[in-house]
């Protein structure tokens, strides 16, 4: 019977002994992190040198030798064994006998395993060819066997990778750089790979081989304790799924935070985020610093020349009081005194990103460990610099991770700390909570031109998610904030309650002008009622453009930013007093009139599908955006008429983008009633059905013929779709100050096949009218809007709407 000593050590050094040792090791919980990693490494290590020793025999020239992550002792659970059996070349039919007897065992038991078989001079000869393996011998650690032949190969590779190091280097960066550009940043990604990603353990072990190479090192402190945090990480991620796998998807992240002792998926992934982006500071640190060190070796030797054998002595160019350039880098002046100086951190911060240059890892350490702080109110001079930062476009982001890096910016701005690494479980967010805002500032710095206060602009873009992490509505939250932190800057009490008001309606611009109908007067009125004042308008309206350009490519378009400016049009018109007293009704285009002259005429449906790939020719051609087909229907005003066209569309596999649908006013003399839907649809998969076919199947479905609801079933049963992560629930709610002439009912949920048909069947079958619709898709989320009335055409009383809303709501959970 096989047992094992308090260590792990197995009594039975055979396979069975140490798998028996290995399980025990993993499963029994008294060990994690290091420690668990170690003695794994040392159990593997026993087992392998006693495994060696039984099958070389009187072997000699021969030794046994682990690289890459087993080298560096960095065993996670379902980690490969990374071997090298090296041998002299004097008894190569021996040698390949024994690799034999090396690797069958270690297959037997199921463990993942990269061996090789070489000599010195054939293991220096395929790390001069391949980068990958030279870094892996890079880690080589003796095993068993001939420990010169160990130490002399480790010996020679290191030589080789200092010798070679101009050369390869910039190789190696080269090689992050692609990696990145494939894997994306770990710091932001909501299912990061925890090794391949930029700032995940593969940088960490590229820093290990800078740091070898001898030509430049890496910044030291924080960088072990993040490595440790992702392998800590990846540990549990093995343990957990029992796969050797890198990715950290979301469904398995609640199950790795509980085993690592965190409170949930978000804490776990904050702190893979903080630990990257560490990890990231300090490559983008070092690989400056190859690039400074190789760029002073090729120019020296020339400038040796020409100075008869002098040192060269660096240019230093003034930026600001206090702050030179030196080197392609941000230092501080020799004079610089930052123990006297509280505005040095962003004078310097805002001339390297005026300038376009990173700020020196010496000047930024230098500051953060002598720096006093600044009083409150800031001086006018500290608020300036802020401003200016914030308005430099893109360099701002690349400075501000420099000071985020040394704790200065929470130091300036205590609250940044909650939305720090926070992740945003949203689909249409490509960034951190913190990075958007940054990424907000940087787009709001091209509107700068088109408001009075670009102050207020930049200020407002950097806090206007700062309530996020605190319970409750953030918009809320943030107003409460962004006051303190405002008076805290220095802004009079007039600009503090603009940019207080900026924070609190962020969104409501493109809330309103997405989900509202905008005909209405009472919309109108509540928007301008919740700005007050023009120059507040126009503010929030740069503001509303540069977030949703900040969130991602799903946040924003041409399309949406018609309906936003359109919004900001009728709202300055009431802000000027000239509030009209009747729903604005937009005037049909000539097509529009068209279809529905012939609907009229027909008495059935008519529909044109027009293809929009890029702007009308009267807009600028430099926004393409492709928006699909646009898809006009005219048909008679009856029942149903929502729930058929979405019915039949879904039937055909489009996707709806958007979509409007209102009454349209008909020509004098004209009788009759016209509903006009102005959707805009994508196909699924596949190319677009044709317009007949449509109409066809629209014209069955509006007289009964097509049982749409079966259809759907039938298909949804027959081909079941592939569900991840499960969504939020829907969420159904009635806002009964959003019109004065119907009942606006707000529907949230995940967008699927099918989902406005249902809605709309549920609004016939609570035999409500569906006086106007305002649908749009936001990734993977649908926010719909449905103007409704009652019968007599009037809005519908309390009790009614909360009933429809309710039996909604439990219709689509259904």
Sequence with gaps: MTSTDVHGKAEDSGPSGYAAARLHLLTEGEQSGPPRRTALSQLTDDWLAELFTAAAGDLTGVSLVAVGGYGRGELSPRSDLDLLLLHDGGAPKEVAALADRLWYPVWDLGLALDHSVRTPAEARKTAGEDLKVQLGLLDARHLAGDLGLTAGLRTAILADWRNQAPKRLPELQELCAERAERQGELQYLLEPDLKEARGGLRDATALRAVAASWLADAPREGLADARRRLLDVRDALHLTTGRATDRLSLQEQDQVAAELGLLDADTLLRQVYEASRVIAYASDVTWREVGRVLRSRAVRPRLRAMLGGGKPVAERSPLAEGVVEQDGEVVLARAARP????????????????????????????????????????????????????????????????????????????????????????????????????????????????????????????????????????????????????????????????????????????????????????????????????????????????????????????????????????????????????????????????????????????????????????????????????????????????????????????????????????????????????????????????????????????????????????????????????????????????????????????????????????????????????????????????????????????????????????????
């Design 339 to 814: 123990e006297r100086d509280p505005v040095l951190p962003l004078r310097a911060a805002a001339a390297a990103a005026q300038a376009g240059l990173p700020l020196s890892l010496h000047a930024v350490r230098r500051m953060a460990a002598t720096v006093r702080p600044l009083p409150a109110p800031w001086p006018a001079e500290a608020r300036e610099q802020l401003v200016t930062l914030l308005g430099s476009g893109r360099p701002t982001v690349e400075v501000w991770e420099a000071l985020e890096a040394e704790g200065l910016i929470t130091r300036l701005l205590p609250d940044w700390e909650r939305v720090r690494c926070r992740p945003q479980r949203n689909a249409v967010h490509v960034w951190t909570v913190d990075r958007h805002l940054i990424e907000t500032a940087v787009r709001a710095s091209e509107f700068t031109r088109r408001v009075s206060r670009p102050d207020l602009l930049l200020v407002a873009a950097l806090l206007h998610d700062i309530g996020k992490g605190w319970p409750g509505d953030h918009s809320v939250a943030g107003e409460i904030i962004a006051r303190d932190v405002a008076a805290r800057i220095g802004f009079d009490r007039a600009d503090v309650a603009v940019l207080a008001t900026l924070v609190r309606h962020h969104l409501l611009l493109v809330e309103t002008a997405t989900r509202r109908d905008l005909d209405d007067p009472a919309t109108v009125r509540l928007v301008a009622e919740a700005v007050g004042t023009p120059s507040t308008l126009e503010l929030l309206h740069a503001l509303t453009e540069a977030d949703a350009l900040a969130t991602g490519p799903a946040a924003w378009s041409s399309w949406r930013g018609s309906l936003v400016a359109d919004l900001v049009r009728r709202v300055l018109a009431v802000l000027a007093g000239d509030a009209p007293d009747e729903p604005e009704t937009a005037a049909p285009t000539a097509e529009q009139e068209r279809l529905a002259l012939e609907a009229v005429a027909t008495g059935g449906p008519v529909l044109a599908l027009r293809a929009q790939t890029e702007p009308p020719a009267e807009e600028p051609a430099t926004d393409p955006e492709p928006l699909g087909v646009e898809l006009l229907i005219a048909v008679p005003d009856q029942p149903g008429v929502l729930p058929a066209v979405a019915g039949v569309l879904a039937m055909h596999r489009l996707t709806v983008r958007t979509a409007e649908l209102r009454a349209l006013e008909l020509p004098d003399g004209v009788d009759g009633s016209v509903l006009l839907l102005d959707w805009r649809v994508a196909a699924e998969y596949g190319s677009l059905p044709q317009a007949a076919r449509l109409r066809a199947d629209l014209v069955r479905a509006l007289d009964g013929s097509l049982d749409i609801a079966s259809r759907l079933a039938e298909r949804d049963a027959a081909y079941p779709r592939r569900r991840g992560v499960l969504p939020p629930p829907p969420r159904v709610s009635v806002h009964p100050a959003a019109s004065r002439l119907a009942t606006v009912i707000e529907v949230r949920a995940q967008d699927a096949p099918g989902l406005l048909f249902r809605i709309g069947r549920a609004l016939e079958d609570a035999s409500v009218s569906v006086r106007s619709a305002h649908v749009s898709t936001l990734g993977a989320n649908a926010v719909d809007a449905f103007y409704v009335t009652g019968p007599e055409g009037a809005p519908l009383p309390e009790e009614e709407a909360s009933a429809v809303a309710r039996k909604l709501e439990e219709t689509l959970r259904g």
